[in-house]
């Protein structure tokens, strides 16, 4: 069962606090807003800002219940200090999430009173789409505040992040197969891509074209069907793609797809997709390594959507520094590899000892 991002049982919605918090990490600022005109309900988390502003997307989306809420904005705010630091950006680490209201709603007026909280908070975080946000909602969004990015009208605008974060997971999956198989052609191997949204369809698409097999789940069938017809792609059930008979396993849809149930089901040598957390708990790394499985640290390899937004945060958005950075994602991740080999490591414990080593080395905002 993939969930959000990768929740457990274990911390009780009736017992909701923020520092006691299991998934707490130091972080600088835990915002909570509430609109009740527009139905506005939003966390909005500020991890570190060492490196600079806080930047990442925002989520959009039906959680059970407020603590949920709020243990997937503390995790997803700390993997983008780890993933802003890899990618060597000048950002901190922060994330949203805005609660999806039941029934009807408004989404412009929504996305405006957002847009209010976001400038509330005078620029300690900066915001971009993530699930469930579209370019269009940014644009909402900047009639409010100037800290969004992620635009795709005006002279500096990077336009939607994901067909960057699908490219640089591409030559990560490339960078990756070169170390299993000792070459980065993808034609004929097998890849199951686990959601075709945004970037997982995008990244099918680079497979593809690359002459890989594709198994594909989804739980929108019009997606399927366009993949199918597009790509050749063969369905498989949400419930089994992880245990598809593959090379490659992507996962592209929520985080926790590699869990101590999905674990022993998986029959790829590689994991390496879009996702975010991808491993419900941190011993899924001592667990695929055991298994001799190479997994491509999400906040490593997903990095290429943040490289695109930090260009336009900038304030001189570059393709050619956005082209370079992709470049560096790939050596981040050969020496990930390199090390975690040499030092009979999990690649997740060397990416997360480099990311916290950038983290630390400068304070330069602020
Ligand atoms: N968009 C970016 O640039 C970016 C950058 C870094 C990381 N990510 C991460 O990549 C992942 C995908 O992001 P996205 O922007 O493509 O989101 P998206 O909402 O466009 O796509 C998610 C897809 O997953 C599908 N899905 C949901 N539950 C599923 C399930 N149980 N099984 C199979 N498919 C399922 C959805 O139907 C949808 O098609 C997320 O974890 C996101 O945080 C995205």
């Known amino acids: 069962?993939?969930?959000?991002?990768?929740?457990?049982?274990?911390?009780?919605?009736?017992?909701?606090?923020?520092?006691?918090?299991?998934?707490?990490?130091?972080?600088?600022?835990?915002?909570?807003?509430?609109?009740?005109?527009?139905?506005?309900?939003?966390?909005?988390?500020?991890?570190?800002?060492?490196?600079?502003?806080?930047?990442?997307?925002?989520?959009?989306?039906?959680?059970?219940?407020?603590t949920d809420a709020l243990t997937d904005v503390l995790r997803l705010s700390r993997a983008m200090s780890y993933k802003n630091a890899m990618a060597q950006l000048d950002i901190g680490g922060g994330k949203a999430v805005v609660l999806r209201p039941e029934g009807e709603f408004d989404r412009e007026a929504l996305f405006a009173a957002y847009g209010r909280a976001i400038e509330?908070?005078?620029?300690?975080y900066i915001t971009a789409e993530d699930v469930g946000v579209s370019p269009a909602d940014m644009a909402v969004i900047k009639t409010q505040t100037d800290y969004v990015a992620g635009l795709t009208d005006g002279e500096?605008?990077?336009?939607?992040?994901?067909?960057?974060?699908a490219d640089g997971v591409f030559r990560g999956i490339k960078v990756a197969a070169s170390r299993a198989y000792g070459s980065t052609d993808?034609?004929?191997?097998?890849?199951?891509?686990?959601?075709?949204?945004?970037?997982?369809?995008?990244?099918?698409?680079?497979?593809?074209?690359?002459?890989?097999?594709?198994?594909?789940?989804?739980?929108?069938?019009?997606?399927?069907?366009?993949?199918?017809?597009?790509?050749?792609?063969?369905?498989v059930s949400p419930e089994k793609i992880h245990a598809a008979d593959v090379d490659i396993f992507a996962?592209?849809?929520?985080?926790?797809?590699?869990?101590?149930?999905?674990?022993?089901?998986?029959?790829?040598?590689?994991?390496?997709?879009?996702?975010?957390?991808?491993?419900?708990?941190?011993?899924?790394?001592?667990?695929?390594?055991q298994r001799g499985i190479l997994y491509a640290p999400d906040f490593v390899i997903n990095a290429g959507g943040i490289i695109n937004v930090a260009a336009e945060v900038s304030g001189h958005y570059d393709p050619a520094w956005v082209t370079g950075k992709l470049d560096q994602l790939e050596d981040s991740l050969a020496e990930v590899f390199d090390r975690a080999a040499a030092e009979d490591r999990t690649t997740a414990d060397v990416a997360g000892e480099m990311a916290r080593q950038r983290m630390a080395a400068i304070r330069q905002w602020r």
């Open 1 to 66: 069962m993939i969930d959000y991002e990768g929740h457990d049982d274990h911390f009780s919605a009736k017992n909701m606090s923020v520092f006691s918090h299991p998934d707490f990490d130091d972080h600088e600022a835990v915002h909570a807003f509430c609109d009740p005109s527009s139905g506005l309900k939003a966390f909005i988390a500020v991890h570190n800002t060492n490196r600079g502003p806080a930047s990442g997307g925002t989520r959009f989306w039906t959680y059970a219940n407020d």
């Open 120 to 124: 509330s908070i005078g620029g300690t």
């Open 156 to 165: 500096n605008a990077s336009g939607d992040p994901s067909p960057i974060t």
């Open 186 to 235: 993808l034609a004929g191997r097998h890849v199951a891509v686990q959601g075709l949204g945004h970037v997982g369809y995008a990244l099918a698409e680079h497979l593809a074209a690359a002459g890989a097999i594709l198994m594909v789940a989804d739980i929108n069938e019009a997606v399927l069907a366009k993949a199918e017809s597009e790509l050749d792609a063969i369905i």
């Open 251 to 289: 996962p592209c849809a929520l985080g926790g797809a590699v869990n101590a149930d999905t674990l022993p089901e998986i029959k790829a040598s590689i994991v390496a997709g879009a996702a975010n957390n991808q491993l419900r708990s941190p011993d899924m790394a001592d667990a695929l390594k």
